[in-house]
DNA sequence: GGACTATTTGGCGATTTTGCCAAACTGGGG
DNA sequence: CCCCAGTTTGGCAAAATCGCCAAATAGTCC
């Protein structure tokens, strides 16, 4: 309820929020293995060049990876690694729910 | 780019996009500590009850959470504990912002 | 400077999310 | 059965997100 406690959940808010799209782990999943320029991420991705240097861009505002021109190119890495360990986690999640809705069936 | 893998980049998408809201990361961080009744997460959230009754369906149809009902009322429990462990990771990404943005000044 | 490539930005319609209110539903007690 | 507290659901308006196109920008090469 106080402010202080309440700005601190909306700022992990918004970094949890930069990741939650397919896309965008999908970007961050490839940066995990390497940096990779915008060219080779639209590649990847299979959206239009202007939709996926606005994901990145939103990667960038919540601090996930950070970005570098090199000539005509921009590069981008993945910043915090940490947040890949959180995907296996996840994993656990879904395997969770599959393992639910089978026993339903 | 093949259908697998992006539905699986899908999957985690739905899983993390049910934790990217603030209320929901607070419920979460609460359910940690002990089960819950909505009227107890009513409380603590500071909105409406029906609002936090439609958080608490969002994180358990991602399967972060169960509920279980006792008389009246309807407790939930937090059911991946791993996801919390993320949290600091998530601190790690704000502290690094938080440093830039002080270099920049 | 002009042409060309790589990237970002502006803007638009379409879709999704959010939070409140009102109404429906559920279980316990008189 | 009726009433009540706790919870969920339906519905709506406001706000945010998404993906494309078109236009602007940045850097390289001639």
Chains 1, 2 share one sequence.
Do not use: Q, W
Request: hydrophobic share 45%.
């Amino acid at each position: 309820m106080p402010t202080r406690s309440r700005n601190r959940y909306a700022a992990r808010a918004r970094v949890i929020k930069a990741m939650a799209h397919p896309s965008r782990l999908l970007i961050l999943d490839e940066l995990k293995k390497r940096e990779r320029c915008v060219c080779d991420l639209t590649e990847i991705v299979g959206a239009d060049t202007s939709t996926v240097s606005k994901h990145l861009s939103i990667l960038r505002n919540a601090g996930l990876v950070e970005d570098e021109r090199r000539g005509v190119m921009v590069f981008y890495r993945l910043r915090v690694p940490c947040i890949m360990d959180f995907f296996g986690c996840v994993e656990n999640v879904l395997r969770r729910v599959a393992k639910d809705n089978a026993a339903v069936l």
